[in-house]
C-alpha cells in the first residue's frame, strides 16, 4: 500500500479533499494512505513554536530545522518490519524543480512520499540536507506547500493500479507521452444555443466510423 505522510502546521486544510471521491475509495480499499501531521507535535516550548527569525534580518519567519528533522524521524520509521520500504522525502519550495509528469510517474514507483510543507519565508536553508529533492508546481509563490503537496499526491496516485476506474484514462491523456496534449472531447446535446450560436458536435463524432474518429482524434491532438 502507497502511503503519502503531509508534515504541516495546518493539517485539518487537505482532510476533506482527500476523504472525498477517487482518494476516499482509494482508502477504503486499502491501495493508499494519506496521512497529514502536525509539526507542532514535535516542538518542545509551551507555545509550540516552529518558526523564527531569520539570522542576518529580513522580513518573514522561517520554520527551523529542529522540529522539521525530528518530524522526519518519527514519520519515516514507521515502516515495514517485512520488508524494506523505499521512502522519499520531498520539500515543496517555490525555488523547487518544476513538476511534471514524468515525475509523477517516477514518484508512483516509491512505496513512501513524505512532504514537507513550508509556510512564510521557507525553511531553514540547512531543512535541505534532510530532503530528498525540492518540487515546485509552478513559477509563482502560495501562502504554504499544502496545496503543491495535493496537486503532487494526486498526479501520482494516478499512476497507481486500481486508483482510477480505467487504466486506459490515464494511458492516453494529457501528458501521459511527452509534449502530448489530449484532442477535446465531446457529449449530449449533440447541438447547443449560446449567445445565438449554435455550437455544434463535429460531425465525424458522430459518423460511428471508429477508424475515421480515430484520425480525428489523432490530428486534434497536440504537441506543446
Known amino acids: 500500500m502507497k502511503r503519502f505522510d503531509i508534515i504541516t502546521i495546518f493539517p485539518e486544510i487537505l482532510e ?36 523564527d527569525k531569520p539570522y542576518g534580518g529580513g522580513v518573514g519567519l522561517l520554520f527551523k530545522i529542529e522540529p522539521i528533522y525530528k518530524a522526519l524521524k518519527a514519520v519515516k520509521s ?41 509556510r512564510y519565508e521557507g525553511v531553514d536553508a540547512r531543512v535541505g540536507k534532510l530532503v530528498d529533492e525540492k518540487i515546485s508546481i509552478g513559477d509563482y509563490v502560495l501562502a ?11 498526479a501520482v496516485s494516478r499512476h497507481l493500479p486500481g486508483f482510477v476506474g480505467k487504466q ?6 494529457s501528458h501521459a507521452t511527452i509534449g502530448y496534449l489530449e484532442h477535446p472531447h465531446y ?31 489523432r490530428k486534434k491532438s497536440k504537441k506543446q
Open 168 to 173: 486506459e484514462s490515464v494511458e492516453y491523456e
Open 16 to 51: 476533506s479533499y482527500f476523504n472525498e471521491s477517487l482518494f476516499k475509495r482509494a482508502q477504503k480499499n486499502k491501495l493508499l494512505t494519506v496521512k497529514a501531521h502536525n509539526l507542532r507535535h514535535w516542538t518542545t516550548d509551551r507555545h509550540q513554536t516552529v518558526d
Open 78 to 118: 514507521q515502516k515495514s518490519k517485512i520488508h524494506k520500504v523505499k521512502t522519499r522525502i520531498i520539500l515543496t519550495a517555490a525555488n523547487g524543480k518544476r513538476f511534471t509528469q514524468k515525475d509523477a510517474v517516477r514518484l508512483a514507483k516509491y512505496d513512501q512520499l513524505i512532504f514537507v510543507c513550508p
Open 187 to 217: 457529449t449530449r446535446p449533440e447541438i447547443f444555443v449560446a449567445n445565438g450560436k449554435k455550437l455544434r458536435v463535429p460531425k465525424v463524432l458522430l459518423s460511428g466510423h471508429h477508424g475515421e474518429v480515430e484520425e480525428w482524434r
Open 144 to 154: 504554504g506547500g499544502e496545496l503543491p503537496a495535493a496537486v503532487i499526491i494526486e
